[in-house]
């Protein structure tokens, strides 16, 4: 929990660094309070002016010009504000909308130990509502406390000036505001922070449920998630009623003691004019100045709370930015082209990073010849999706080596690497946009011709045309509006655009017809011709076509060979598997 009791000055000035490309903006907007804060305290001058030395001496004349000069000062105080309230707010959003592309860019970059323990609801909180939340320290926070700050002080120079007196009469009731206005801070203080720890609740959870409807009316769960709901969405609405109720008393008190002090006010005023003490012009113009005076004061407090979780919200996001966990892209080998080498020697590797516990590799080692195609099979957990993850470095073994063209990854640019290799993952992700956007990318330097010759080559042409709208079709999100080979097949396409040097496939689990099989074959054998693959098969058409297959067991290579010397092996696991998964599936096909 971030200490939200003590103002964090080195953390503010961090903020306003980010203001330093709207420098001059800023220097405007602060050069504005300059001049408000004496423009508002020139009218009720003015009118006392025009009350003592022309209303009472009957000069109409005067009267007039004073009465011209009383409605310059207003317009010319009305633009200012104008300028005031626009560019205070601008500086704000510019600011963050330059945060939120270093933000997203940041997150972009992280590295996928990151994903695998932060929640997705996190990162998109920082990039959104925490960034939101930093605006208003520019809106509300700084510039226009100090605004607030400069009009206080400029009115009660010219409250003493004019009756130090009458002023000191006015502030009596001054220590009753400022207790109460601290009481009231801590009190929507208090509540703003709940406010906020329940919306992040009630984010996570409809993000949660709404990602897994499926499962919650499958299973008739959605009474059970409703009652659940009502009560998140309870404490939510109480959180915020404290703090509503912190404002249905703040407000009426304040205008209670601003009534009280106007009342002192009148009384001895009018005494002092009786004793000639006080002119009627001051006593016209103080009552202007008393609601100039506590305006702001009601506001402060509100204002401050705002600055304050401003800045809670700040240290989130500068702390998001500060993570550093990164791949370390410290090579500079980029070659235009690889041959397509590749070889794991003696590879283990953990998640955690920690060897001691139990990795998930445990010692790989294999080679694969350029152009050539290598199947894995392993039980589900056997490190399969792994291998092809260290391959293209979303990790980085602990010990070990992956070699591609004889030279070590690391020794590779990182995004150089990546671009000769493309991979086919067992879940396609579908963004929303239309499939030729799924397909390239957005890159650019892939023409819609060449997207439908890749296309053609896999035969997924035929499906894609008859969407609506064809390539232009608009996948909605996750491509929930296609079916999972349509989707397969799209990311086929999307594999043989790029025209990888290393091709990796982890084909899905699913066991699909034999009509779609047919397709599916052909797309991966169009795939991998003349380049170096590995596939990561569940199927047998796919594993006959490979030059060898590698088999998996809880983190070490027990078999590697064709297809062919593997099933001669007596009791070899390869055999075992190929007779459990393969036999029995064919059979139920062909009875
Ligand atoms: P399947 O056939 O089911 O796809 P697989 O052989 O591809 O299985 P992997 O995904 O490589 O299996 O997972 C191997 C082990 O690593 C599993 O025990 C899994 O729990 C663990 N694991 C996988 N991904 C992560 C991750 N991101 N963070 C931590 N552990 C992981
Ligand atoms: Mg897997």
């Known amino acids: ?55 009472f001496q009957g000069d109409v004349h005067g009267m007039t010009l004073l009465a011209c000069a009383i409605l310059g000062a207003l317009l010319l105080e009305v633009l200012m504000r104008y300028f005031f309230l626009y560019y205070a707010d601008w500086i704000g959003q510019a600011t963050i909308r330059d945060l939120r592309v270093r933000v997203f860019r940041h997150v972009t970059g992280l590295h996928l130990n990151y994903f695998d323990k932060t929640p997705i609801g996190q990162s998109t909180t920082r990039t959104i509502n925490d960034i939101e939340a930093i605006n208003t320290i520019f809106s509300e926070g700084s510039i226009t406390i100090l605004a607030d700050l400069m009009t206080l002080t400029a009115v009660l120079f010219i409250m003493f000036y004019t009756s130090w007196k009458l002023t000191l009469v006015v502030l009596v009731v001054f220590p009753l505001l400022i207790w109460g206005s601290y009481k009231f801070k801590e009190s929507v203080r208090k509540s703003y922070e709940k406010v906020r720890n329940h919306i992040a609740t ?71 004019v009786l004793s000639e003490e006080v002119t009627v012009g001051v006593l016209v113009a103080f009552p202007l100045y008393i609601s100039m005076l506590y305006r702001p004061i009601r506001m402060l407090a509100d204002k401050f709370n705002t600055l304050q979780m401003g800045l809670i ?77 260290l391959l293209s470095r979303f990790y980085d073994v602990q010990e070990g080596r992956v070699l591609i063209d004889d030279r070590d990854q690391r020794d590779y640019d990182v995004f150089a690497l990546r671009r000769r290799i493309a991979v086919v993952l067992q879940d396609v992700f579908l963004f929303s946009g239309t499939v030729l ?109 490979a030059n060898n297959v590698m088999v998996l067991d809880k983190g070490k290579v027990v078999e590697f060979g064709s297809h062919d010397t593997l099933l001669e092996i007596e009791d070899g696991k390869y055999r075992e598997l190929y007779e459990k998964q393969f036999v029995q599936v064919s059979n139920e096909w062909r009875p």
């Open 1 to 55: 929990m971030p200490d939200t009791q003590k103002f964090n000055f080195p953390l503010f000035r961090q903020v306003m660094t980010m203001v330093r490309p709207y420098k001059r903006t800023f220097y405007f907007t602060a050069l504005l309070t300059l001049i408000l804060a004496p423009l508002a305290i020139l009218r009720p001058k003015l009118l006392q002016i025009m009350v003592d030395d022309y209303v």
């Open 202 to 272: 009630m984010n996570a959870f409809l993000q949660e449920r709404i990602t897994g409807m499926r499962i919650v009316q499958i299973f008739n769960a959605e009474a059970r998630e409703a009652e659940k709901f009502r009560q998140i969405n309870r404490d939510y609405t109480s959180a915020n009623l404290r703090s509503i109720l912190a404002y249905a008393i703040f407000f009426p008190v304040v205008d209670i003691i601003s009534a009280l002090s106007l009342g002192l006010m009148v009384w001895y005023g009018a005494r002092g």
């Open 313 to 389: 919200a700040a240290e989130r996001v500068f702390k998001l930015l500060e993570t550093e966990e990164r791949i370390q892209n410290t090579g500079d080998y980029a070659p235009e082209r690889l041959k397509g080498k590749v070889e794991f020697d003696d590879v283990r590797f953990s998640y955690s990073g920690d060897l001691e516990g139990d990795p998930i590799l445990r010692g790989v080692s294999f080679t694969i010849r350029p152009g050539e195609t290598l199947a894995i099979v392993g039980s589900t957990g056997s490190g399969k999706t792994t291998i092809i993850s």
């Open 437 to 545: 956007e799924n397909i390239t990318l957005r890159d650019a330097d892939i023409s819609e011709a060449e997207v439908i010759e890749a296309a053609k080559m896999i035969g997924a042409h035929r499906f894609i045309e008859k969407l609506p709208g064809g390539y232009h079709y608009q996948v909605r999100e996750r491509g929930a509006t296609l079916s999972m080979g349509q989707r397969q097949l799209i990311s086929f396409v999307r594999a043989l655009v790029f025209n990888p040097d290393i091709l990796i496939l982890d084909e899905a689990t699913s066991s699909i017809d034999p009509e779609s099989e047919a397709v599916i074959q052909h797309a991966i054998e169009t795939l991998i011709a003349k380049r170096t693959s590995i596939i990561i098969a569940h199927r047998l058409s796919t594993i006959r076509h």
